[in-house]
């Protein structure tokens, strides 16, 4: 089987992460975004994939041919000289998605959930049409954009944008899987799927739907970085809780904490719920940390506060000191001690050694 992943640009939404490093290889749970997705696919049979992008990092091509050794996989990089929408990627895959009569996956590379890949690809096959949607229930499906299916039938009839009155509660959670039909559909120009391409194929009764369960989130952006980072931690302390940090430990509160083994944490500190705690981190005494992401390498300070907040690879906050209000630091930021930092999102490399109350870019 194959996969496209739907990579896109600089990742500008997920700024300033993504100004040190690619948007598909920033740390989500320890794990680079990707390699979630990477693993989820290669469990259900995938060999080749495909990542559909407007430019091609050095840094993305290095650490991509190690997941292609150690899976015994095939990826490759389709690169758009013009961006191509969401449909005119698979024309520009087409030699690789159309190579046989198996399926391939589509998938947002911002999303996260329990992937259900496996389930979805039998439930596919067993339909015989041309393409499978997965969907997601949400409470307030006025801002999206509805599936509306046939009756007692997972058949869609149609989509509805932003409905003013209801006609349902299931959205596109932006994972397909296609039969390699659906390439005669598309042609290689900017197109998008969601408009041009799904209408066509729901008016030929050729488009499911597959409920997912659980979680989903598009990670694309920091407030939803660290909600999905929550919806996931609380999904694995249902699955497999043994991986989380034990709620047995001094330090935890409330538990849904990752702990990478090689981190150092002192004494006294409050931890949880809902923190992701990266590699080589170090936390210093009667720190408290709540809801947050620390990647790689950083350093927070003895009685520092860290809340709803992602702490950039490298960098450091001081005694004291205090992040709140989706804070974001980038690469090798340092904030001093006794500092409080709201909602603000810091360029790599700075120092920040006074207060910035009010949320905003800090260049």
């Not at 989500?28 to 990707?34: G, L």
């Not at 559909?52 to 389709?78: D, H, R, W």
């Not at 590379?109 to 339909?127: N, S």
């Not at 699955?239 to 702990?259: C, F, M």
Request: aromatic share 8%.
């Amino acid at each position: 089987m194959k996969a496209l992943i739907l990579v896109g640009g600089f990742g500008t939404r997920l700024r300033p992460l993504t100004l040190s490093v690619p948007k598909p290889l920033v740390d989500f749970a320890n794990k680079p975004m990707i390699l979630h997705q990477i693993e989820a696919l290669v469990k259900a049979g995938v060999t080749d994939i495909v990542l559909a992008v407007n430019y091609k990092p050095e840094v993305m091509v290095a650490v991509l041919k190690k997941y292609e050794e150690k899976f015994g996989i095939t990826i490759t990089f389709s690169v758009e000289s013009v961006p191509l929408g969401t449909a005119g990627p698979l024309a520009l895959a087409r030699e690789v998605l159309g190579k046989d009569d198996s399926p391939f996956f589509v998938l947002n590379a911002d999303v996260t959930c329990e992937y259900p890949f496996e389930k979805m690809r039998d439930f596919h096959l067993a339909h015989g049409c041309e393409g499978t949607i997965l969907a997601t229930t949400v409470d307030e499906p006025s801002k999206y954009g509805v599936i509306v299916v046939h009756d007692e039938t997972t058949v869609i009839d149609r989509f509805v944008e932003k409905p003013v009155e209801y006609v349902g509660n299931r959205i596109n959670a932006g994972i397909y899987i296609f039969s390699p039909s659906i390439l005669d559909r598309i042609e290689l120009r900017p197109t998008s799927i969601e408009k041009e391409i799904f209408p066509q194929m729901a008016s030929d009764k050729q488009l499911h739907t597959f409920d997912l369960e659980g979680f989903w989130m598009d990670v694309g952006q920091p407030k939803d970085f660290l909600t999905g980072t929550s919806l996931y931690l609380s999904s694995l302390a249902k699955r497999s809780p043994e991986l989380l940090a034990p709620p047995t430990l001094d330090y935890i509160n409330g538990g849904n904490v990752l702990v990478h083994p090689t981190a150092k944490i002192g004494k006294g500190c409050k931890i949880g719920p809902n923190v992701t705690i990266g590699p080589n981190t170090i936390i210093g005494d009667g720190v408290c940390l709540q809801r947050c992401v620390l990647m790689d390498g950083t350093h927070i300070k003895d009685h520092a506060w860290v809340k709803n907040s992602i702490v950039g690879w490298h960098s450091s906050v001081g005694r004291w000191a205090r992040l709140d209000g989706v804070t974001v630091l980038g690469d090798d930021v340092h904030v001093a001690d006794e500092v409080y930092v709201n909602g603000a999102s810091v360029l790599p490399h700075k120092s920040i050694s006074s207060n910035v109350c009010e949320p905003g870019i800090v260049m």
